[in-house]
């Protein structure tokens, strides 16, 4: 108390001057209607930008789940894409209705969303490391795809990050096709521009235009068919072949790629024992 009496008489002065001055400026604002409206009006500017910066400041804090919800809403509808898929699959084989149960009868891919951890683009044979793993059911073989396009797929896996082969790498081959014809090809890197890959093997007799679209064939069991992959730029042949290849930009940006998805196959143990015995026969 006596601290509190010995504050109160050394700064008295002030005390009353701030005292006088926030009850003059009351009775100001009280007594006359033009100073009110002054006051409100500057009140009410000074009020607005707090609140605009304090909702800024959360609006940043929040990026994280309103990235987090807007990726968990592109997993649905890609999980319900293929659904449909399957459905009209289904109607062009001319099947019972009541077998078009998405999701039940017919297991669709089903999407994992992961956050890029480390990214390289620079070297002949690049790789992706995510920090999704085997405790989130990820496994070796899963295809990884961005919002726009191809990335590549799942080669190491631990408890809580996997490694991943991408598209700009020279070991890593995915069977693409041209959307508008159909003719397949195999996609391949040549470790020089991160924007473009090429396209190869495909028949002499192969037509296409600039502009048209790559998409994944769908002939394995990792790619669902029509992932998107890039637009054609140019056509040319290799050295010693009689094949074309062409030169495709990438839809996927490498340089800023920061969330994927990896895709499981619920069928794809299955589709493989088949093809093994294919193979075999």
């Known amino acids: 108390m006596k601290n509190l009496f010995n504050f109160i008489l050394r700064y008295i002065h002030w005390l009353l001057f701030f005292s006088l001055t ?78 078009f149960n998405i999701g039940v009868d017919y297991p669709v891919y089903q999407y994992i969303h992961a956050r890029v951890v480390h990214n390289q683009i620079c070297e002949a044979n690049n790789y992706i490391l995510l920090d999704k793993g085997s405790k989130n059911g990820i496994t070796e073989d899963m295809a990884v795809v961005s919002v726009k396009g191809i990335v590549g797929v799942v080669m190491n896996v631990s408890s809580h990050f996997s490694r991943v082969i991408p598209v700009l790498n020279s070991g890593f081959h995915p069977s693409c096709m041209i959307k508008s014809t159909s003719f397949f090809g195999s996609l391949f890197w040549d470790g020089k521009d991160p924007r473009y890959v090429h396209l190869s093997r495909l028949p002499s007799h192969t037509s296409c235009e600039i502009g048209d679209t ?66 075999e026969e």
Do not use: C, W
Not at 228 to 237: M, P, Q, R, S, Y
């Open 214 to 279: 790559i998409v994944t064939s769908g002939y394995s069991a990792t790619f669902p068919p029509g992932v998107l992959v890039g637009t054609i730029e140019g056509a040319f042949k290799q050295k010693n072949e009689e094949n074309n290849s062409l030169k495709v930009r990438l839809f996927t940006d490498f340089s800023t790629l920061n969330e994927v998805f990896i895709i499981r196959n619920p069928l794809r143990e299955e589709q493989i024992t088949v093809e093994k015995g294919v193979s």
């Open 22 to 99: 926030f009850f003059s400026l009351f009775l100001l604002v009280h007594n006359s209607e033009f100073q009110r409206s002054k006051y409100l009006s500057v009140f009410q500017e000074i009020a607005g930008r707090v609140y605009f910066v304090s909702n800024s400041v959360q609006s940043y804090l929040n990026l994280k789940k309103t990235n987090a919800d807007l990726m968990q809403q592109i997993v649905t509808l890609e999980e319900e894409i293929q659904g449909y898929k399957k459905n009209l699959e289904n109607l062009t084989d001319r099947m019972p209705p009541d077998s």
